[in-house]
């Protein structure tokens, strides 16, 4: 199992920027791919961004396409989700996931055994 830890959420004016981390300890095959999904109020989960640890392939929600960057840092052991232009319909709890093995399911919150606790993004019009 892998242990994830996310930080840099917290609360910004609409049109402003964040940039989430997750920081990912433990077993390290379980890094093959590692996701950004998020959750609102009342609303499932759902998915925001994937990366191919290994090749750095990248793949987004098209909520956020254009205007998202998720990277990771091989050496830090961290994967990151670079949000600008935020809107109101961005606020929710967004977590990193991993352990994910299969590229073609990287959209599938259901495919991802391993998970942080999450962290609040609340934007403000």
């Known amino acids: 199992q892998v242990q994830l830890v996310e930080s840099g959420g917290g609360l910004v004016q609409a049109g402003g920027s964040l940039r989430l981390s997750c920081a990912a300890s433990g077993r390290t095959a379980s890094r093959f791919v590692m996701g950004w999904f998020r959750q609102a109020p009342g609303k499932e989960r759902e998915f925001v961004a994937a ?7 990248t793949y987004y929600a098209d909520s956020v396409k254009g205007r998202s960057s998720i990277s990771r840092d091989n050496a830090k052991n961290t994967v990151y989700l670079q949000m600008n232009s935020l ?7 967004y977590y990193c996931a991993a352990g994910l093995r299969a590229w073609s ?21």
């Open 51 to 57: 990366i191919d640890w290994n090749t750095e392939i």
């Open 105 to 125: 399911k990287r959209a599938n919150k259901r495919a991802y055994p391993d998970w942080g606790q999450g962290t609040q993004v609340t934007v403000s019009s």
């Open 87 to 93: 809107k109101p319909e961005d606020t929710a709890v």
